[in-house]
């Protein structure tokens, strides 16, 4: 899960069009809703019998860095179904926010088939490389931060002067105003210093937001190149606003 040390929106740009991002909002939140998780399903149950159905339904669909490199064709899907899982409603609502707020102004500028298989490459790379990197652990992992990771390294690459409002607890929660070149790698930077102290197992994963960010900026930087950033964003404002990464 994209860590709650921040709350950013970009300020002074128009949200456009994205049937993408929408879409995969929407899917994300209905399978939440309908899963273990939410708590509302009433055909999991309640209690201990809750906390079992949700402990079976994310090693069924999350990655289990243990078996995935053993396993068949289905533990190879599961870096994918992974993206789709989350673990709490917090946990869903951080990341859709951040998906919500970056996701719709990478979507415009990539394109719609582009941006669908640039989401879902990055995340499951983002996932693939962590569980790499913890490959004896038997924990399982779900969310969609990795690919979400990717976006906001994407954002900086394509929007470095867009400007982000960020609420940061250090200052007592005040909005603060940055262009996004400080804001991304300023979150970045917190995910790599968090990944260096994550020393007791899995936990939050902080190396699949790393290495989604890196490479959704690469990408972003490659494909794209320095001739095509936005400078400046004219027309109208947004709307402000487990194992899991």
């Known amino acids: 899960m994209i860590r709650k040390w921040s709350s950013t929106v970009v300020r002074g740009m ?60 289905r533990a190879a899907l ?59 652990s038997g924990q399982s992992l779900v969310g969609a931060s990795g690919a979400i990771s990717a976006v906001l390294g994407a954002c900086l690459a394509l929007f470095p002067r867009a400007r982000v409002t960020s609420l940061l607890p250090f200052l007592f929660f005040l909005p603060v105003r940055f262009p996004a070149w400080v804001v991304l790698p300023f979150w970045a930077t917190l995910q790599w210093l968090a990944a260096g102290r994550a020393t007791s197992g899995p936990g939050v994963a902080y190396l699949a937001h790393l290495v989604g960010f890196g490479l959704g900026c690469s990408y972003a930087w490659v494909r794209f ?17 487990d194992n899991q990464p």
Not at 233 to 238: K, R, Y
């Open 78 to 136: 599961t870096p994918a179904t992974a993206l789709f899982v989350h673990g709490s409603w917090v946990h869903l609502l951080g990341n859709m926010l951040f998906l919500y707020v970056f996701g719709a102004l990478t979507e415009e500028r990539m394109g719609r088939v582009q941006f669908t298989l640039f989401y879902l490459g990055c995340g499951y790379l983002a996932l693939l490389g962590y569980a790499a990197a913890n490959a004896d």
């Open 14 to 73: 128009r949200m456009p069009s994205a049937p993408v991002t929408f879409a995969l909002i929407g899917l994300c939140s209905l399978i939440f809703l309908i899963g273990p998780a939410s708590g509302l399903n009433p055909a999991y149950g309640t209690g201990d019998e809750l906390v079992a159905a949700q402990r079976a339904y994310f090693r069924r669909w999350g990655v289990i860095p243990a078996e995935l490199f053993e396993g068949g064709a």
């Open 225 to 241: 190149g320095r001739t095509t950033r936005v400078k400046a964003a004219p027309a109208m404002p947004a709307p402000e606003g």
